[in-house]
Nanobody, 125 residues
Framework: QVQLVESGGGVVQAGGSLRLSCTAS????????LGWFRQAPGKEREFVAR????????DYADTVRGRFTISRDNAKSTIYLQMNSPRPEDTAVYLC??????????????????WGQGTQVTVSS
């Protein structure tokens, strides 16, 4: 089992930047594929980005592609989400997720076995 803790959330102005972190503990970090999801009040959990075990491949939701960047540092057991030019509609609780299994789809919440508690991001206009 792996434990995930997100940090870096807060209030940011539209057009600014913010970097989220997710640090893992408990198991060999490089064995896990990881993703970022977000959930706004009254809405379903939404895929944001994902990164493979080596960090060699990444995928993004269309809504954030070109503005957000996911990365990982296996030596620090941490993944990051660099949020550039955020918009008010990006306001949500951001959660990181991990799986040690090989899945067909990594843009689905059900593909992940472990979740952090989330960090709130509020984008002001």
């Amino acid at each position: 089992q792996v434990q995930l803790v997100e940090s870096g959330g807060g209030v940011v102005q539209a057009g600014g930047s913010l970097r989220l972190s997710c640090t893992a503990s408990g198991r060999t970090f490089s064995n896990y594929a990881l993703g970022w999801f977000r959930q706004a009040p009254g809405k379903e959990r939404e895929f944001v980005a994902r990164i493979t075990r080596s960090g060699g491949n990444v995928d993004y939701a269309d809504t954030v592609r070109g503005r957000f960047t996911i990365s990982r540092d296996n030596a620090k057991s941490t993944i990051y989400l660099q949020m550039n030019s955020p918009r008010p509609e990006d306001t949500a609780v951001y959660l990181c997720a991990a799986t040690a299994s090989y899945r067909n789809r990594y843009d689905r919440a059900l593909s992940y076995d472990f979740w952090g508690q989330g960090t709130q991001v509020t984008v002001s206009s």
